[in-house]
């Protein structure tokens, strides 16, 4: 089985701020890498697929990176309605997802 | 509008059975493939089943195998999950998601608000 790991497990930033969510793969996916946001008592809601490619209707302040074993989900200007938990899901074999980064506010 | 809204929960003996049902509106549901992800009370997410869009193909998570059974019913545009033998460890929200394509790719494009299912032991 494929496991997925994010860093770090809880981030405090604040509104404005550029954040960074990191995301391993214990072996190659290619791109097969997907992101969701998930607010207390919610659905998850799908942000990102395919590493990078934004899903309709998604603020552009959201991107994915990276292939292989590493990737990375940036929110380049924090807005009060981001603070969330945010997973990480591998789609290449068995759908597996990280263990969650939850985003709090600093 | 896509729709989903999961029913079925509640709480259950150690051994016993369940079934959740989730009706789908907004799209058509013969095109795509669904799926059934759940979350512990406090945990992540972690997916259980899925069948293709035809409903010929099912998988399952180890976890499921042998004690779930994942259906549909093209005429009401329903999405169905049989839980029998359930486990203390089945606890969980339960969310029915529509999957991007008609076969099975793991790409959770819309998810129902889930429906509670809490095992007794």
């Known amino acids: 089985d494929i496991q997925m790991t994010q860093s770090p497990s809880s981030l405090s930033a604040s509104v404005g701020d550029r954040v960074t969510i990191t995301c391993r793969a214990s072996q190659s996916i290619s791109s097969y890498l997907n992101w969701y946001q998930q607010k207390p008592g919610e659905a998850p809601k799908f942000l990102i697929y395919?590493?990078?490619s934004l899903q309709s209707g998604v603020p552009s302040r959201f991107s994915g990176s990276g292939s292989g074993t590493d990737f990375t989900l940036t929110i380049s200007s924090l807005q009060p309605e981001d603070f969330a938990t945010y997973y990480c899901?591998?789609?290449?074999?068995?759908?597996?997802f990280g263990q969650g980064t939850k985003l709090e506010i600093k | 509008e896509v729709q989903l809204l999961e029913s079925g929960g509640g709480l259950v003996q150690s051994g016993g059975s369940l079934r959740l049902s989730c009706p789908a509106s907004?799209?058509?549901?013969?095109?795509?493939?669904m799926s059934w992800v759940r979350q512990a009370p406090g945990k992540g997410l972690e997916w259980v089943s899925t069948i293709s869009g035809s409903g010929g193909s099912t998988y399952y998570a180890d976890s499921a195998k042998g004690r779930f059974t994942i259906s549909r019913d093209k005429s009401k545009n329903t999405l169905y999950l049989q839980m029998n033998s359930l486990r203390a460890e089945d606890t969980a929200v339960y969310y029915c998601?529509?999957?991007?394509?008609?076969?099975?790719?793991?790409?959770?494009?819309?998810w129902g608000q889930g429906t509670l299912v809490t095992v007794s032991s």
């Open positions: 899901q591998q789609s290449y074999s068995a759908p597996r």
């Open positions: 998601a529509k999957e991007i394509y008609y076969d099975s790719s793991g790409n959770f494009d819309y």
């Open positions: 907004g799209f058509t549901f013969s095109s795509y493939a």
């Open positions: 395919a590493a990078s």
